[in-house]
């Protein structure tokens, strides 16, 4: 088995159908109300007071299935991919295995809740990014991109569908959201901890590393996706991610590029609906 | 009868404007509404999967929004599955309008939550005693989210589902009945 | 409280537990070191393997088990110091070549279609193995001088157990034609000839038997 697989060899079975960001980014459509001629809605957070909260919140719960699978592959490749040791060391080794038996139980807990909330396995396509994310060859790349950016939006989207549950009185996807939520928040100082303590004595790949994550923070905001704005659909979670051992600044980093995210994709849009018009 | 699709080509999707009138008139044929004419109206430009309907004795309106016609798998291209699905239960809800007892329903837009999730139950089951594939369970799960999760909601929804022919005050009265049964 | 003039035996009635063992410091140690070694192969294969099997249902086990054989690894590493090896990683290493090649073999297997020779590697040959050795090990060792070894290695065994029979369960219910028993019977026989070259997850006398290499076997 080679080391460092590329996101195009990810096994899936047939009823997957898997695409990449830059695919999903090149659809011109939009719920965004901004830009549209017609109004859509006054929020698109995902809440159920929301006509369509049943179908978004399936679409949601089967984009967290799939980011489970791919989270569950990234942490099993580190694991594989770097030598023990001289690469990667031993505690950094068992820490990612812990993370793969967790978020092999996510995957078992997404399943659940997709029964539960009457979707199919593949039925909404898989945007691979999560995993495209995991593959960087240098592990202090790899953790900043995975346990702090990928982890901390899982984190946002878990708060946003634990209080989805919270609302519509459901408790079973209340309880689970919770139980995901606090495996996240462990993930996050999981790798907080190991990108301060393997990039002690080198500030240079702390900083690649801290500015490898900004770039997967704004790519994680999926063109606005996750925002303070109403227009997300999912919140950035503030209390849950300062637990997780994010300082104000980071937090407020997040923030801003989610928000640049979203404001790059409405012009996109608008442009793109506007040479339709034309 | 006519079928008008609007708009014909399509930029932001890779839908089909003739297939999609096909579809729609073999639905309507099985749904006995092949004397009426019906306008489509697809909202290319949004991937939400809501539709609206206006139904007159004489035409029925159509509104969709692109989503509600998409192969979800496969993002902006067009699902027969789903375009079949969405079509029967905007025309079947018209057809509840102008020919069954749902004269009296308020207008789309002035319908509760509840009583949308509760009149959405009454026509997929219908639908699935049709023949059409429908996922029970995720029709199960908008009726909790609308009325609450207890068994006793549980119990209306079996009620609504297994209900051939009701009205719009009789299947309200279920829906009301739901949300106190959860209070 | 026993009462006054008659002071209570140390060892209960039904305390068996013999003080003699088979294994010196020095054997636990290496035996140890082979150990961590061992396990610490077999979950980085299980975890590189998680993004290559298409089977939803294993990939979501391998994921479980890649846990289970860091956190082995990880007893065994703190065992180490404890048994005057203050540099866990030098006796960190494989009981010989035989296993290194064993395990380069075991780990070839990639293409997604190729699921079943995974799992047979895995559960079917070396987690067999490992049962074996620890099992031998814990019926040889000092029940009193070597008890926090036979701690670990109870807990151990229990999850070599419950893997053995997820990933054989696994297996049978992959095994769906004559051509797929035939495939997992070669690569089985395969990987058991190297296996059988290394004599076990800690060399020849894994199990007590074959304390040196047979003849025609690759040398410890």
């Given amino acids: ?278 | 009868m006519t079928i008008t699709v609007t708009p014909e080509t399509f930029h932001f999707v890779s839908f089909d404007a003739p297939h999609t009138a096909r579809i729609a008139a073999r639905v309507a044929t099985m749904l006995g509404l092949d004397d009426i004419d019906i306008d489509i109206v697809v909202d290319e430009t949004s991937p939400l999967a809501r539709v609206f309907v206006d139904a007159a004795p004489d035409r029925i309106v159509v509104t969709a929004h692109s989503g509600a016609l998409e192969d979800t798998k496969h993002p902006t291209n067009q699902s027969d599955r789903a375009t079949t699905l969405a079509l029967s239960r905007a025309l079947l809800k018209a057809r509840d309008r102008v020919r069954g007892g749902f004269a009296d329903a308020p207008a789309d837009s002035a319908l509760e939550l509840r009583q949308t999730a509760a009149w959405d139950v009454h026509i997929v089951a219908r639908l699935s005693r049709l023949g059409m594939e429908i996922n029970k369970q995720a029709s199960l799960y908008n009726f909790r989210n609308r009325h609450g999760f207890a068994d006793s909601v549980d119990g209306v929804f079996e009620t609504i589902w297994s209900i051939e022919a009701t009205t719009w005050s009789e299947l309200d009265a279920f829906s009301a009945r739901a949300a106190t049964a959860r209070a | 409280m026993a009462s006054k003039g008659k002071p209570r035996a140390p060892f209960a009635p039904w305390d068996r537990r013999e003080l003699p063992g088979s294994f010196s410091v020095e054997d636990t140690a290496r035996r140890a070191g082979n150990y961590k070694w061992a396990e610490m192969k077999l979950f980085e294969a299980l975890g590189g393997w998680i993004a290559t099997v298409p089977e939803l249902d294993v990939k979501m086990r391998l994921g479980t088990h890649c846990y289970k054989h860091a956190w082995h690894a990880e007893l065994w590493h703190k065992r180490l110091p404890e048994l005057r090896e203050m540099n866990p990683d030098r006796l960190t290493m494989p009981a010989n070549d035989a296993l290194v090649r064993f395990f380069a073999a075991m780990t070839e297997p990639e293409a997604p279609e190729t699921t079943l020779e995974k799992l047979t590697g895995v559960y079917r040959v070396l987690i067999p193995r490992f049962i074996a050795a620890y099992t031998f090990h814990l019926n040889n060792t000092s029940e009193i001088t070597d008890a926090p070894t036979i701690r670990s290695l109870r807990f151990i065994l229990q999850d070599e157990f419950d893997d053995w029979r997820d990933g054989e369960m696994i297996i049978q219910s992959l095994i769906e034609t004559p051509d797929d028993a035939r495939r997992v019977a070669e690569h089985q026989a395969r990987l058991e000839t190297l296996m059988t070259e290394a004599g076990g997850v800690a060399g020849h006398g894994s199990i007590g038997f074959h304390a040196t290499a047979p003849e025609g076997a690759a040398a410890q």
Avoid at chain 1, 1 to 15: G, I, N, S, T
Avoid at chain 1, 34 to 51: D, Y
């Fill in chain 1, 1 to 278: 088995m080679k080391k460092f697989m590329p996101v195009e060899e990810l096994a899936r079975d047939e009823r997957f159908h898997q695409v990449t960001q830059a695919e999903r980014m090149r659809d011109g459509r939009s719920a965004f109300s901004a830009n549209s001629e017609q109004s859509r809605r006054s929020s698109n957070r995902i809440t159920p007071e929301r006509p369509d909260a049943s179908e978004a919140a399936r679409g949601l719960m089967h984009g967290i299935f799939v980011g489970e699978i791919q989270a569950l592959e990234g942490a099993g490749r580190t694991c594989w991919d770097f030598t023990t040791g001289e690469e990667a060391p031993f505690a950094l080794k068992l820490d990612m295995a812990r993370q793969a038996w967790d978020e092999a139980r996510h995957v078992e807990i997404s399943v659940k809740l997709g029964d539960w909330m009457g979707s199919e396995i593949g039925q909404f396509a898989e945007n691979t990014v999560l995993f495209q994310a995991a593959c960087s060859n240098d592990p202090v790349l790899r953790l900043a991109g995975v346990n702090r950016a990928l982890e901390g939006l899982a984190i946002d989207v878990f708060t946003t569908m634990k209080e989805f549950g919270e609302v519509a009185g459901d408790p079973y996807l209340e309880f689970c959201e919770d139980w995901m939520l606090a495996d996240e928040v462990t993930h996050v100082k999981m790798g907080s901890d190991w990108l301060r303590k393997v990039t002690e004595n080198d500030p240079e790949r702390r900083k690649k590393a801290l500015e490898f994550q900004n770039i997967v923070d704004k790519m994680f905001s999926y063109g606005g996706t996750r925002s303070d704005s109403d227009e997300s659909s999912i919140g950035l979670a503030r209390r849950f991610r300062e637990l997780a051992g994010f300082t104000d600044d980071e937090v407020e980093y997040v923030a801003e590029v989610s928000m640049q995210a979203l404001n790059e994709r409405k012009a996109m849009i608008a442009e793109k609906q506007a040479a339709a018009r034309r």
